[in-house]
């Protein structure tokens, strides 16, 4: 499966973005997908999840309610929508596919990734 990550940009604070990752080479919908960021001197970390089927999302605390991940199989795509964003958000976000959503929280558990895209946000 090959992941490309789109839509990272520079926003001011309060601002939204929509983050786009585009699937192909595999049937998407066996996977669950995650994303994650990773700002520099810090770990890669997740952010949102979703099941395979898109019945199930799980988000780091401090995005709840801000940011919205959703997928759509027919088109081999997965979305996170970030809204209310601030600068603790800035980082390299990454997609990534891997075939136990109960395993979401760990990047180890993840099979594919997509290239990352950078998103920076102004104070």
């Known amino acids: 499966v090959q992941l490309q990550a789109s839509g990272g940009g520079l926003v001011q604070a309060g601002g939204s973005l929509r983050l786009s990752c585009a699937a192909s080479?595999?049937?998407?919908?066996?996977?669950?997908m995650g994303w994650f960021r990773q700002a520099p001197g810090k770990e890669r970390e997740l952010v949102a999840a979703i099941s395979w089927s898109g019945g199930r999302t799980d988000y780091a605390d401090s995005v709840k309610g801000r940011f919205t991940i959703s997928r759509d199989n027919a088109k081999n795509t997965v979305v996170l929508q970030m809204n209310s964003l601030n600068p603790e958000d800035a980082a390299v976000y990454y997609c990534?596919?891997?075939?136990?959503?109960?395993?979401?929280?760990?990047?180890?558990?993840?099979?594919?990734w997509g290239q990352g895209t950078l998103v920076t946000v102004s104070s």
């Open positions: 080479g595999g049937t998407f919908s066996n996977y669950a």
């Open positions: 990534a596919a891997g075939q136990q959503y109960g395993s979401r929280w760990s990047p180890q558990e993840y099979d594919y």
